[in-house]
Nanobody
Framework: QVQLVESGGGLVQPGGSLRLSCAAS????????VGWFRQAPGKERDGVSC????????YYDDSVKGRFTVSRDNAKNTLYQQMNSLKPEDTAVYYC???????????????WGQGTQVTVSS
């Protein structure tokens, strides 16, 4: 059974940190373009950080550059996103995703996790 399961979300104060994890089962992340997306209330789901599997390059949305870091552990078949200096505007449901062909950190992705809530508030 193909599955992506996120964890690590929660409530954090502005300026705090969280690390999201996304464990894959039923397929090997090493063969896929992977990334993190987020959806805030009333907004569309947008790409936040992604890894291009063709060359290992990373993409970050301008709003998170210098604060978020995407990485993966192929041995653990797990994707991570380290989030530092969190701001209230980072509040959203965060989803991990994987696709065999789409490396652009937007649009259709073949596999999605169920999402994890991140709330940044004092």
């Amino acid at each position: 059974q193909v599955q992506l399961v996120e964890s690590g979300g929660g409530l954090v104060q502005p300026g705090g940190s969280l690390r999201l994890s996304c464990a894959a089962s039923g397929f090997a992340l090493v063969y896929y373009h992977v990334g993190w997306f987020r959806q805030a209330p009333g907004k569309e789901r947008d790409g936040v950080s992604c890894i291009n599997n063709n060359n290992g390059s990373t993409y970050y949305d301008d709003s998170v550059k210098g604060r978020f870091t995407v990485s993966r552990d192929n041995a653990k078949n797990t994707l991570y996103q380290q989030m530092n200096s969190l701001k209230p505007e980072d509040t959203a449901v965060y989803y991990c995703a994987a696709d065999a062909f789409n490396y652009q950190c937007s649009g259709f992705m073949g596999y999605w996790g169920q999402g994890t809530q991140v709330t940044v508030s004092s």
